[in-house]
T-cell receptor
């Protein structure tokens, strides 16, 4: 099946630093990717929709200047958490819709656990 | 986007069949029903997808009544490794976003 690679799997950083998370579709092209965050014992919350070659669409309540999304190619989307603070500590998950082929399924990365000290 | 409602948790024993029902009363004509499984600290994993009637694959079956306002995920003969959170999602398949509900935390006991 299609594989979505997400890196890093875990990151610990100091408050005030920026962290970049990469999401790659390894064996398919994805015009659209999504970014979710998940707090312990809670469901996934959609943060934004990332479209290749255009600006991301953010869900209500998500700061676009805080969570920078870049989707520069059909296989790569990045999420940068700028000036991270302890309240940004969470599990971040990306997903991708294949542009062609198995378009009925949304494939997920393995997630990134961000801990801000 | 259609909202889904599932039981928050379920308990089962090894070897039993588990059925998890999801309600989606305002499902749209173009919407598919998709179930995902998630283990702690991992991304969700696709289990099964259907539009109507019954779908079966190597790991599960999905039953969808004619009105499509609900669906039931059936896991045959569960094992301890099936302990996870199961999410029912409803949405179209043309690259549209999917919204996760609360999910069902399934606990399989020996």
């Amino acid at each position: 099946g299609a594989v979505v690679s997400q890196h890093p799997s875990r990151v610990i950083c100091k408050s005030g630093t920026s962290v970049k998370i990469e999401c790659r579709s390894l064996d398919f092209q994805a015009t659209t990717m999504f970014w979710y965050r998940q707090f312990p014992k809670q469901s996934l919350m959609l943060m934004a929709t990332s479209n290749e070659g255009s600006k991301a669409t953010y869900e209500q309540g998500v700061e676009k200047d805080k969570f920078l999304i870049n989707h520069a190619s059909l296989t790569l989307s990045t999420l940068t958490v700028t000036s991270a603070h302890p309240e940004d500590s969470s599990f971040y998950i990306c997903s991708a819709w294949p542009t062609q082929g198995a378009g009925e399924k949304l494939f997920f990365g393995s997630g990134t656990q961000l801990s801000v000290l | 986007l259609a909202k889904t409602t599932q039981p928050i948790s379920m308990d089962s024993y090894e070897g039993q069949e588990v059925n998890i029902t999801c309600s989606h009363n305002n499902i749209a004509t173009n919407d598919y029903i998709t179930w995902y499984q998630q283990f702690p600290s991992q991304g969700p994993r696709f289990i099964i997808q259907g539009y109507k009637t019954k779908v079966t694959n190597e790991v599960a079956s999905l039953f969808i009544p004619a009105d499509r306002k609900s669906s039931t995920l059936s896991l045959p003969r569960v094992s301890l490794s099936d302990t996870a959170v199961y999410y029912c999602l409803v949405g179209d398949t043309e690259g549209g976003k999917l919204i996760f509900g609360q999910g069902t935390e399934l606990s399989v006991k020996p």
